[in-house]
């Protein structure tokens, strides 16, 4: 038998690399879905496809019986409404602004160095028993910031590692099983929240216009679930990869500087103080019976303060970033905070042009009925088939595990099911609260063994620095138990949440 010849399970994970690199890039996927919705609504127009069933009417807001038929885009009125909504369609689409405000703050803080260090500084100064936690940990912390996790505390996690005497390649799988594995649970609110919220809620407004998703409507079960992820890393790395590894003998001696400069540690002190400081001002604003902040009776889940969390999270990344940019002299002046701004809205042009194709790709989708009429037939199959709860959302987390592995983008990819599911599972009872989770669930544990994750080249290259030998086989073969192991838990988990009717966020309902 010739050892040097692939196993099966590469193999299969070779094909789909292959396969999966053949698809169009997201962009193009959405115009020949909107193509096929244009096609769709005249074809189930001519028909007369329609269905009745009980929702909430859009004026009155009362629960009825409501009638709801296909509407065409190749009639007058759809084709002069598909010309002169593209704009309207764009600029208020409601994951836009959230993302973009947000990343305002986050960008200054990443750019200046202040997210760099901060992991750095708290990794390193780990005691050795805790190293494995702290580095899943901080990688899951890391998504608070977008991509800064693969870049600075992937690599990172293998110098840690290293400087315990023990093998890099543990450390490095470690670090990507938070960053990656644990995408969407966290301790705090992250650009992701925004987001998928946003998206979540155009999805909603298929049945129900007045439905909003709010970002901190899964942070109950993702603050939790960080906990959940840590664990399970931990354990997978130090009872499965580490004595699957074996003793690291480098073939050269390696240099690695993993501490910070006296320098950044004062900025670092000042930064963390400067946060400290901006919650005390906002708590100020929200303790008090008749805060500023809170909303009417005293109410702090219907208020300003929920309203206003998206500029809040802004600035509890803005301050410090700041803070620390002058302390360490990567900030000067104002026209370098005003850069480091831009440059970080730079880097999400690519996101922004996604967004101007996604965004006319749900109008549309809502504008001909598609959606609804989907819901309703796809809701009473459903219904027929007796699937419904948990195991609908089981069923949900097991196709976003298969899509994922073939869509890396999760903003692209909820956009197109979430228009589908959300309203599909209202029908059925199921708050978009609810969906959502399942979907971050599903989408988390299949990032870290998909070759099409757009980060997954780069920590290849990282894992080349321990070997030369090392590639997309080696990384998908560490990665694998964490993301199988992830998946079961994490569902069993959430199951578990669901079943005891425990709210996964703040005001966020179980049920429809």
Do not use: C
């Amino acid at each position: 038998m010739d050892s040097s010849k692939p196993s099966k399970s590469v193999r299969l994970l070779n094909v789909i690399e292959e396969k999966g690199n053949k698809l169009p890039h997201p962009i193009t996927i959405f115009m020949i879905f909107t193509l096929i919705v244009i096609a769709l609504s005249h074809i189930f127009y001519v028909m007369g496809t329609g269905v009745r069933f009980e929702g909430v009417h859009p004026e009155t807001r009362q629960i009825e019986m409501l009638t709801v038929k296909a509407v065409s885009l190749l009639v007058p009125e759809g084709i002069a409404y598909m010309f002169s909504n593209v704009v309207a369609n764009f600029t208020s689409f409601v994951a836009l602004g959230p993302v973009l405000v947000a990343m305002l703050g986050v960008g200054v803080a990443e750019k200046s160095g202040y997210i760099s260090a901060l992991m750095t500084n708290t990794v390193t100064k780990a005691p050795k028993k805790f190293v494995t936690p702290i580095v899943v940990l901080m990688g899951v912390l890391s998504n608070v910031a977008a991509s800064v996790g693969y870049v600075v505390l992937v690599p990172l996690g293998a110098i840690i590692f290293l400087g315990f005497k023990r093998h890099p390649l543990a450390g490095l799988s470690a670090a990507f099983a938070g960053v990656a594995g644990g995408y969407s649970a966290n301790l705090f609110l992250g650009t992701n929240d925004p987001l998928l919220s946003g998206i979540t809620t155009e999805a909603a407004h298929i049945l129900d216009v007045g439905y909003v998703v709010n970002p901190t409507d899964n942070w109950f079960f993702m603050f939790v679930s960080t906990f959940l992820i840590v664990i399970i890393g931990t354990l997978v790395t130090d009872k499965l990869i580490e004595p699957k590894l074996g003793t690291y003998v480098p073939s050269e001696p390696l240099e690695h500087e993993n501490k910070i400069s006296a320098l950044e540690k004062r900025g670092l002190f000042w930064a963390n103080l400067s946060i400290l400081f901006t919650v005390i001002v906002i708590a100020l604003l929200i303790a008090p019976e008749n805060g500023v902040l809170r909303g009417e009776g005293g109410s702090i889940i219907k208020s300003p303060f929920m309203s206003s969390i998206i500029f809040i999270m802004m600035l509890i990344f803005l301050v410090p970033g700041v803070v620390y940019g002058f302390m360490t002299k990567s900030i000067r002046n104002d026209k370098d905070i005003a850069n480091l701004m831009t440059s970080s809205l730079e880097t999400m042009s690519g996101f922004i042009v996604l967004i101007f194709f996604a965004a006319q790709f749900v109008a549309l989708f809502n504008y001909t009925n598609l959606g609804t009429i989907i819901a309703v037939k796809g809701a009473d199959f459903l219904q027929s088939i007796h699937l419904d709860g948990a195991p609908l959302l089981v069923a949900l987390i097991m196709i976003t595990t298969i899509i994922n592995l073939f869509i890396a983008a999760d903003s692209a990819k909820w956009a197109i099911m979430a228009p589908v599911f959300v309203p599909m599972f209202m029908q059925m009872g199921i708050a978009p609260e609810v969906t959502q989770v399942a979907y971050r669930v599903g989408d988390s544990a299949t990032n870290i063994i998909s070759p099409l994750m757009p980060f997954f080249p780069l920590v290849v290259a990282f894992a080349q620095r321990y070997g030369k030998k090392n590639g997309v086989g080696t990384v998908i073969s560490l990665m694998l138990p964490y993301s199988i192991i992830i998946l079961i838990s994490w569902t069993i988990f959430f199951i578990i949440w669901y079943v005891f009717g425990i709210p996964v966020g703040p005001g966020a309902n179980l049920n429809y």
